[in-house]
T-cell receptor, first 113, second 113 residues
Framework: AQSVSQHNHHVILSEAASLELGCNYS??????LFWYVQYPGQHLQLLLK??????LVKGIKGFEAEFIKSKFSFNLRKPSVQWSDTAEYFC???????????FGTGTRLKVLA | DAGVIQSPRHEVTEMGQEVTLRCKPI?????LFWYRQTMMRGLELLIY????????DSGMPEDRFSAKMPNASFSTLKIQPSEPRDSAVYFC???????????FGPGTRLTVT
């Protein structure tokens, strides 16, 4: 069955530390990949997306993600986090032949000032 | 555009009562999604519509839940009768065609006592 895995459920970092959140999916076909962010008390917002082309995708607020097809991964990175990045981050994947979003379980990031 | 609009933002009701959640998607979007978010289960897709037609309702937890989309600008999610375990934040999202990016509403926080 198609699935999306986010292995880090909780991450705590100090400001200025680098961030990498893992996302892996189970299906080997064509996929569209997304990272969403949910700030405390707010709704999900799109950080970045990958459909095709350059596997290194840059999103808003200094975030980027790299699609590695051979590893079925789409990890989210930020070189230097800020306190305001405290939020929950969701990876999502759509698989070819379906119009179903499958969300990962989310990673709660806490950045210490 | 005002974005996806949901009402009410908060709903508190007693067990056994009927609850109706409402959603207005972004104008021109042809897909509409209903999600439920809880601490225990994370973000779950309940049902989605394409051009007002339900496409996949496999995520609807049981017959107490029903959703309709009578026209392109309005959808409802109804729970009857409600139970305490239905307490969650319910999100509506919409998207346009193959773009696949979903725009989320602010959510309805439902508490069933």
């Amino acid at each position: 069955a198609q699935s999306v895995s986010q292995h880090n459920h909780h991450v705590i970092l100090s400001e200025a530390a680098s961030l990498e959140l893992g996302c892996n999916y189970s299906y080997g076909g064509t996929v569209n990949l997304f990272w969403y962010v949910q700030y405390p008390g707010q709704h999900l917002q799109l950080l970045l997306k990958y459909f095709s082309g350059d596997p290194l995708v840059k999103g808003i607020k200094g975030f980027e993600a790299e699609f590695i097809k051979s590893k079925f991964s789409f990890n989210l990175r930020k070189p230097s986090v800020q306190w305001s990045d405290t939020a929950e981050y969701f990876c999502a994947v759509t698989f070819s032949g379906t119009y179903k979003y499958i969300f990962g379980t989310g990673t709660r990031l806490k950045v210490l000032a | 555009d005002a974005g996806v609009i949901q009402s009410p933002r908060h709903e508190v009701t007693e067990m056994g009562q009927e609850v109706t959640l409402r959603c207005k998607p972004i104008s021109g979007h042809d897909y509409l999604f209903w999600y439920r978010q809880t601490m225990m289960r994370g973000l779950e897709l309940l049902i989605y519509f394409n051009n007002n037609v339900p496409i996949d309702d496999s995520g609807m937890p049981e017959d107490r839940f029903s959703a309709k989309m009578p026209n392109a600008s309005f959808s409802t999610l109804k729970i009857q009768p409600s139970e305490p375990r239905d307490s969650a934040v319910y999100f509506c999202a919409s998207s346009f065609g193959r773009d696949y990016e979903q725009y989320f509403g602010p959510g309805t926080r439902l508490t069933v006592t």
